[in-house]
């Protein structure tokens, strides 16, 4: 179990309460990787799905490193590692910082061993775009937050379409 997991147990950070899990003060739910699939899959093949996608990615972006910030304060070298690491523990995959210039409000992020893309892949096959607009619009709210102004996210690689890991650039 990731150190990070057991403190948010440990801190009540997470917690189960009259059939309620609450993450960070908030309701959760738990859904399997081939529901969320599907859901994406639909959503891609909408006329508006990947900016429903985007959309509700970056408010829980924004939403959940405020909440982090408020605990933890406005150290943003911080804030990147326990989002990182809030993230890995959701079950997308393994998150990686690999590029955060914060004076130029630029982010490089990969996603390794993605639970999501990689189904998505085995289930419709190879993808000819990325896929994953909600994380990439988690990275944009997110982003929006540490660098203290809009940011967008755009993925560049992604699983779904046969690259090795998923990348994330925040401009």
Known sequence: MP???KKALFSRQLYYEKGRLIIAGRPGVLVPSDVMVFYIHELLNSAKGKKI???SG???GKKALDIIKGKMGAIKTKLVKLGI?????TGWGEFKAKVIDLKKGYGV???YNPSVAEMYRNKYGVSKTPMDYYLAGLFGGAGSVLMGEKKKCIETKCV???DP???FVIK
Do not use: M, P, W
Request: proline share 0%.
């Open 85 to 89: 690491e809030t993230l890995s523990i």
């Open 3 to 5: 150190e990070f997991f």
């Open 160 to 162: 779904a379409k046969g």
């Open 53 to 55: 996608l985007y959309d």
């Open 58 to 60: 970056y408010v829980q």
């Open 165 to 167: 890991y998923c990348e």
């Open 109 to 111: 992020f990969h996603l």
